[in-house]
T-cell receptor, first 113, second 114 residues
Framework: KAGVTQTPRYLIKTRGQQVTLSCSPISGHRSVSWYQQTPGQGLQFLFEYFSETQRNKGNFPGRFSGRQFSNSRSEMNVSTLELGDSALYLC????????????FGPGTRLTVT | AQSVSQHNHHVILSEAASLELGCNYSYGGTVNLFWYVQYPGQHLQLLLKYFSGDPLVKGIKGFEAEFIKSKFSFNLRKPSVQWSDTAEYFCAVTPGGATNKLIFGTGTLLAVQP
């Protein structure tokens, strides 16, 4: 089976712009979660989607949003980018609805200048 | 608030040395526990997991971890490390309930010297 794929892999944006990142889960996985990884804050949970519904949201401002499509693919959007949004954004998928092991993609490296 | 603590931020070992990385979590209910590894230039991979049953779990590449409920701990061990074990190790938990939300520790960077 193909793993979790994320596009694009690298992105450079300017402050104030918006960005959309995409994640395709492993075939058959209905749960998709997003995480932000930075040297200072480590890995932080952004949100989780299951069957097109957001089930959980982390402690991030409303500029961070996401959605999931009927084929389980997911997108996350960050509006009005700030320098502090520079990070590696990771997507993970799971076949189980809860508490299951998750498989991570390679991430999208976002740099905000 | 739920949290995960990894006490060792940076560990340096020689090949063949034994490894133990500490992990403690704060959550009073049922949890699922995980150790993930991130090798240089690679993405996060699952090393091992604990859901229930035998508190001593074995994972890939000779790693094992022991869940001690009374201590809220899930320490990772390996009897003899290799240079290829150089990586960053993350402990994580999912609190009980209908969620796949992972709460990660800050990570431990392990450097194994040949």
């Amino acid at each position: 089976k193909a793993g979790v794929t994320q596009t694009p892999r690298y992105l450079i944006k300017t402050r104030g712009q918006q960005v959309t990142l995409s994640c395709s889960p492993i075939s058959g996985h209905r749960s998709v979660s997003w995480y932000q990884q930075t040297p200072g804050q480590g890995l932080q949970f952004l949100f989780e989607y299951f069957s097109e519904t957001q089930r959980n949201k982390g402690n991030f401002p409303g500029r961070f949003s996401g959605r999931q499509f009927s084929n389980s693919r997911s997108e996350m959007n960050v509006s009005t980018l700030e320098l502090g949004d520079s990070a590696l954004y990771l997507c993970a998928s799971s076949v189980l609805g809860q508490g299951g092991e998750q498989y991570f993609g390679p991430g999208t490296r976002l740099t905000v200048t | 608030a739920q949290s995960v603590s990894q006490h060792n931020h940076h560990v340096i070992l020689s090949e063949a040395a034994s490894l133990e990385l500490g992990c403690n979590y704060s959550y009073g209910g049922t949890v699922n526990l995980f150790w993930y590894v991130q090798y240089p230039g690679q993405h996060l991979q699952l090393l091992l997991k604990y859901f229930s049953g035998d508190p001593l779990v074995k994972g890939i590449k000779g790693f094992e971890a022991e869940f001690i409920k009374s201590k809220f701990s899930f320490n990772l061990r390996k009897p003899s490390v290799q240079w290829s074990d150089t990586a960053e190790y993350f402990c994580a938990v999912t609190p009980g309930g209908a969620t796949n939300k992972l709460i990660f520790g800050t990570g431990t960077l392990l450097a194994v010297q040949p």
